[in-house]
């Protein structure tokens, strides 16, 4: 009852503030009490996620045993009957035990599919595809948040194989990176238009999670670009595409923090490309600085945390594989790290010169 009266008091002080200000008050409550019955600790989350992975795993290993895998047409249907049934049960969930149950008859399914598809000799690049569309499908009839993330990152992890490992063309890589961050950009600086739209306002903090997952993955297959023998050029590409975003951030951020003195902004812009020209032989520093750039901006306290051990990883990666003596190796370090402490120190004495 309290809550209700809350609520009620609230919607009135926005009526009140805003003119044209229309609202359903009786759904507003509903939900709100629906997410509140069903409020439930991360702890309890997880335990419930393996629960229903662990008992959806029993279920598969009873179709084992009755034979189903000697069958690529049954595993295929039941494949499409596990995908179908969890986006149902999911889209009409109210409580975490069928949330979970369907999240983990959903990762089964679209295993099932697949297998069953390959089986079948259907061509590699079409149950690829397929499988895309079924993460868009997800993603798009479903409001879930583990669910909705797990159908970013079919959809993601879809692409990069169809792009990258399926026809083993390890340079279209590039590509891949070059659409994921634009998408990153596109889902973190146009936050305010994307959460007016119902369903990407629903499933937002779950786009928002996958890319940068997504992200950070292909930033990590840069290790092992020696190994898949990518091509040196584009990789200088790439890292020209990360210079020319992580500047973008950095006007945007100047901008948000209404630093007005043109020298100071130079001497930002200058520092900023010489860090990022400095490492622009190691795409995944420019992409692990972008995500902190990005999260800084838009206040985003996780992407902030990946982004800071991504970098320290990418940067401790970079060092070990650097063909220099440890002499050179530390000159390098203690270069950058002046340099970011100039950038720093320049930031600082802007924004206290503008407050006074």
């Not at 992580?246 to 100047?254: D, G």
Request: include cysteine; proline fraction near 1%.
């Amino acid at each position: 009852m309290v809550n209700d009266i809350n609520i009620k008091n609230k919607l009135l002080q926005i009526q009140s503030e805003l003119d044209n200000f229309e609202y359903n008050e009786s759904d507003i409550i509903k939900e709100y009490k629906q997410q509140y019955d069903n409020h439930t600790s991360i702890a309890i989350k997880i335990l419930s996620i393996i629960g229903g992975f662990i008992g959806t795993l029993a279920f598969v290993g009873l179709l084992v045993l009755s034979g189903i895998y000697s069958s690529e047409i049954a595993l295929t249907l039941t494949g499409v009957t596990f995908v179908i049934f969890a986006i149902f049960l999911n889209k009409n969930s109210e409580t975490v035990l069928t949330d979970t149950f369907s999240i983990s008859i959903y990762v089964v399914g679209i295993t099932l599919l697949s297998l069953g598809l390959i089986e079948l000799d259907v061509n590699p690049n079409i149950v690829t595809f397929l499988t895309l569309c079924i993460g868009i499908v997800a993603f798009t009839l479903t409001n879930n948040y583990i669910f909705s993330f797990l159908s970013v990152l079919t959809v993601t992890g879809s692409l990069v194989i169809l792009l990258v490992f399926i026809n083993k063309t390890y340079s279209l890589i590039h590509l891949y990176n070059v659409l994921i961050v634009l998408a990153l950009l596109i889902v973190f600086l146009q936050e305010a238009k994307l959460v007016l739209i119902p369903k990407i306002s629903k499933s937002y903090e779950a786009l928002q999670i996958g890319l940068v997952v997504s992200f950070l993955f292909s930033l990590g297959f840069f290790g092992l670009r020696h190994f898949y023998k990518i091509q040196t050029n584009w990789v200088w590409f790439f890292s020209a595409i990360l210079i020319i975003a992580n500047l973008f951030v950095i006007y945007k951020t100047l901008n948000t923090l209404k630093i007005q003195q043109q020298q100071t902004k130079i001497s930002i812009y200058i520092i900023s490309f010489l860090i990022l020209s400095a490492t622009s032989i190691s795409p995944s520093i420019l992409g692990a600085i972008l995500l902190i750039l990005l999260s800084f901006y838009t206040n985003y306290k996780i992407g902030i945390v990946l982004g800071i051990l991504s970098l320290i990883y990418f940067i401790s990666q970079f060092y070990y594989d650097l063909h220099f003596t440890l002499l050179t190796k530390s000159i390098l370090l203690f270069s950058s790290g002046v340099l970011f402490l100039i950038l720093y120190f320049l930031i600082l004495k802007s924004t206290k010169n503008e407050k006074i």
